[in-house]
């Protein structure tokens, strides 16, 4: 891990708050893997990577393996994850991301930003991500498809800050565990959405391209994991 100081990570605040596991849905290690080798495409050598709503910090792990130089920094609610995360990031901050996106952005962001953010208070989590993104910056969630879909975003986010790519998951993740101890999925369809902040002067993109060509195939065909 690196050992160059970070205004960041020198932050390590901690904000008491009660274990709440509402909306925690831990992403399959074979996914978060396939989502890193889709984004090193094009994003190269990121200086600072942050996951927020890290849970245990599966994407920040597979991030250490695809830009072994960048510095990776974990933003968590649940105090139970904290010593997880001290295995993989170089900085762990345990609280609101809502709040510490802020903190973030003044200490001069992040170059990428990735996870799966919780369902509910998922558009809170990209408008707060978005802030913290400098002029270049990528931010890349894991959300359902259906997210495209809804009139309060169609009319306010979409509007605001479409995304460049949407990459469509080829197989439903199973992200826990039934009664009999096998995985299942929420039979629900996802994507990976990625926004690019433009420069300085240019605008958001007016079209999101959907690349069902090059859906993103995860793991073998017939295996759950």
Same mark, same amino acid.
């Given at each position: 891990?690196?050992?160059?100081?970070?205004?960041? +990570?020198?932050?390590?605040?901690?904000?008491?708050?009660?274990?709440?596991?509402?909306?925690?849905?831990?992403?399959?290690?074979?996914?978060?893997?396939?989502?890193?080798?889709?984004?090193?495409?094009?994003?190269?050598?990121? /200086?600072?990577?942050?996951?927020?709503?890290?849970?245990?910090?599966?994407?920040?792990?597979?991030?250490?393996? +695809?830009?072994?130089? &960048?510095?990776?920094?974990?933003?968590?609610?649940?105090?139970?994850?904290?010593?997880?995360?001290?295995?993989?990031?170089?900085?762990?901050?345990?609280?609101?991301?809502?709040?510490?996106?802020?903190?973030? &952005?003044?200490?001069?962001?992040?170059?990428?930003?990735?996870?799966?953010?919780?369902? *509910?208070?998922?558009? &809170?989590?990209?408008?707060?991500?978005?802030?913290?993104?400098?002029?270049?910056?990528?931010?890349?969630?894991? /959300?359902?498809?259906?997210?495209?879909?809804?009139?309060?975003?169609?009319?306010?986010?979409?509007?605001?800050?479409?995304?460049?790519?949407?990459?469509?998951?080829?197989?439903?993740?199973?992200?826990?565990?039934? *009664?009999?101890?096998?995985?299942?999925?929420?039979?629900?369809?996802?994507?990976?959405?990625?926004?690019?902040?433009?420069?300085?002067?240019?605008?958001?993109?007016?079209? +999101?391209?959907?690349?069902? *060509?090059?859906?993103?195939?995860?793991?073998?065909?017939?295996?759950?994991?």
């Amino acid at each position: 891990m690196s050992t160059t100081a970070d205004p960041i +990570t020198e932050m390590e605040a901690h904000e008491h708050v009660e274990d709440n596991p509402h909306d925690d849905f831990p992403t399959p290690l074979l996914l978060a893997q396939a989502i890193c080798r889709r984004l090193a495409e094009t994003v190269h050598e990121p /200086l600072r990577i942050v996951e927020p709503s890290a849970n245990d910090g599966v994407f920040l792990a597979c991030a250490r393996e +695809t830009w072994p130089g &960048a510095r990776l920094i974990a933003v968590e609610l649940q105090p139970k994850y904290e010593a997880a995360l001290r295995e993989r990031a170089d900085g762990v901050l345990i609280g609101d991301w809502l709040a510490f996106a802020q903190l973030i &952005a003044e200490r001069g962001g992040a170059n990428l930003i990735l996870g799966n953010p919780p369902y *509910k208070p998922a558009e &809170a989590h990209i408008r707060a991500a978005l802030r913290a993104l400098p002029p270049g910056g990528v931010l890349a969630l894991l /959300l359902r498809i259906n997210f495209v879909a809804g009139i309060e975003r169609a009319l306010g986010l979409w509007q605001e800050f479409p995304p460049s790519d949407v990459h469509p998951i080829a197989q439903r993740p199973s992200f826990r565990k039934n *009664k009999k101890g096998k995985r299942s999925s929420d039979m629900t369809e996802y994507g990976l959405y990625v926004w690019v902040h433009p420069q300085p002067g240019e605008p958001w993109p007016e079209h +999101t391209r959907l690349h069902t *060509k090059r859906s993103l195939v995860w793991r073998e065909r017939g295996r759950r994991t």
